[in-house]
């Protein structure tokens, strides 16, 4: 079955450092896409970036880059240059490959991340 | 741009009643979804849609039932609400079809509280 795990509940970052957000993921499935959304306290999911497995780069968003690592099965989120309004939950996804043409997502349990000035 | 609505942010309702949640979305997108979120416990789908009348049950559907007769709006049933339906609901719409990059749009969610 497929499965997402993000292992860090909370984490803290200073203000204008970086700070990688681990996601790790179980799939039998060579194809597959993954994402990571942002949701802060006012509730609204925000889609932030996405990464294809065949993708042979990295994907980049901005200050959001995804360390994607297919051997490891790890697609951690990095935030450059933290901001005081990065401070959010991030969830990780994965699409269901049994969803088909339905686009359901499965999703890991959340990081909440706290920018400290 | 692109949105998803939901018909309340704030509910509060007492055990017993029937509670309606409604999701409108204007991108004319097949595919809608109900999620509830619990803390610790990520996002768990109630129900999905991918066509008007069609709906398909996601991984915790018991207590709740779904209306889609508009392809635009989507709505979550609380039949009977119970305190353990104390929750976050948030409703999200995408395409339909093979794309693995077809992210999902999500509303603002409806804090529901059950007393």
């Known amino acids: 079955a497929q499965k997402i795990t993000q292992t860090q509940p909370g984490m803290f970052v200073q203000e204008k450092e970086a700070v990688t957000l681990d996601c790790t993921y179980d799939?039998?499935?060579?194809?597959?896409?993954l994402f990571w959304y942002k949701q802060p306290s006012s509730g609204e999911m925000i889609f932030l970036i996405y990464?294809?497995?065949?993708?042979?780069q990295n994907a980049t968003e901005g200050r959001y880059s995804l360390n994607f690592q297919k051997a490891r099965k790890s697609a951690n989120l990095v935030i450059s240059a933290s901001q005081l309004g990065d401070s959010a939950m991030y969830f990780c996804?994965?699409?269901?490959?049994?969803?088909?043409?339905?686009?359901?997502?499965?999703f890991g349990t959340g990081t909440l991340l706290a920018v400290q000035p | 741009d692109v949105k998803v609505t939901q018909s309340s942010r704030y509910l509060v309702k007492r055990t017993g009643e029937k509670v309606f949640l409604e999701c409108v979305q204007d991108?004319?997108?097949?595919?809608m979804f109900w999620y509830r979120q619990d803390p610790g416990l990520g996002l768990r789908l109630i129900y999905f849609?991918?066509?008007?009348?069609?709906?398909e049950k996601g991984d915790i559907p018991e207590g709740y039932s779904v209306s889609r007769e508009k392809k635009e709006r989507f709505s979550l049933i609380l039949e009977s609400a119970s305190t353990n339906q104390t929750s976050m609901y948030l409703c999200?719409?995408?395409?339909f079809g093979q794309g693995l990059s077809y992210e999902q749009y999500f509303g603002p969610g409806t804090r529901l509280t059950v007393t």
């Open positions: 999200a719409s995408s395409l």
């Open positions: 799939t039998s499935d060579q194809s597959y896409g």
């Open positions: 990464q294809g497995s065949y993708d042979e």
């Open positions: 996804a994965m699409r269901d490959i049994f969803g088909g043409a339905t686009n359901k997502l499965i």
């Open positions: 991108m004319d997108h097949e595919n």
């Open positions: 849609s991918y066509d008007v009348k069609m709906k």
